[in-house]
């Protein structure tokens, strides 16, 4: 059964670099999906941040494009975010999921990790 | 880019029908597939419908989705509702190479 698993890095300095890797198992990361970050800042709604392919293809939300990064470590079947310049408004859930393709088209959101709340506070 | 509304909240009694709306701000609702997600407080999300109208794994047949093309909108309704189906829940689609959620709605069966 497939199963993801964020980091948690906890608190996080304004003006600083948020970090996240999601550890996949019960499958590889490899496979023909994508690989997904998703934050949800409290008690409001779901924001997709950005996917990844295996190969290291991305594709980013545009109003956070600018300060994403995401990249795959397939030797680990990890995938990674980082996010540059942080403020209070980055503090969130983030969790990292799957995002299952079949016949080269989008399907859905199928299997998410348990979520990580990120602070950003000094 | 476009947005997807939801209503803020909606309240229903058990064993009665509800129906939650996902407008489309720009672009057709029907150029791509809608995806509606659940969500109880301290999980994660989970699929109940994708591709607009089929049911994911393990969803009862009192979940069903749909669009509208002269409002531009997808729908999900729930029918003989049940006090566990008190949830958020979450329409998204996407476009080009962009995903997007729209802004939930809280389902409370009372």
């Known amino acids: 059964q497939l199963q993801l698993q964020e980091s948690s890095p906890g608190l996080v300095k304004p003006s600083e670099t948020l970090s996240l890797i999601c550890t996949v198992s019960g499958g590889s990361i490899s496979s023909s999906n994508y690989w997904v970050w998703i934050r949800q800042t409290p008690g409001t709604g779901l924001e997709w941040i950005g996917s990844i392919y295996y190969s290291g293809s991305t594709n980013y939300n545009p109003s956070l494009k600018s300060r994403v990064t995401m990249s795959v470590d397939t030797s680990k079947n990890q995938f990674s975010l980082k996010v540059r310049s942080v403020s209070a408004a980055d503090t969130a859930i983030y969790y990292c999921a799957r995002e299952k393709w079949e016949l080269l088209r989008f399907v859905h959101f199928d299997n998410w990790g348990h979520g990580t709340l990120v602070t950003v506070s000094s | 880019n476009f947005l997807l509304t939801q209503p803020h909240s909606v309240s229903e009694s058990p064993g009665k029908k509800v129906t939650i709306s996902c407008t489309r701000s720009s672009g057709s609702i029907a150029s791509n597939y809608v995806q509606w997600y659940q969500q109880r407080p301290g999980s994660a999300p989970t699929t109940m419908i994708f591709?607009?109208?089929?049911?994911a794994s393990g969803v009862p047949d009192r979940f069903s989705g749909s669009i509208d093309s002269s409002s531009n909108s997808a729908s999900l309704t729930i029918s003989g509702l049940k006090t566990e189906d008190e949830a958020d829940y979450y329409c998204q689609s996407y476009d080009n190479n962009n995903r997007v959620f729209g802004g939930g709605t809280k389902l409370t069966v009372l």
């Open positions: 591709e607009t109208n089929q049911r």
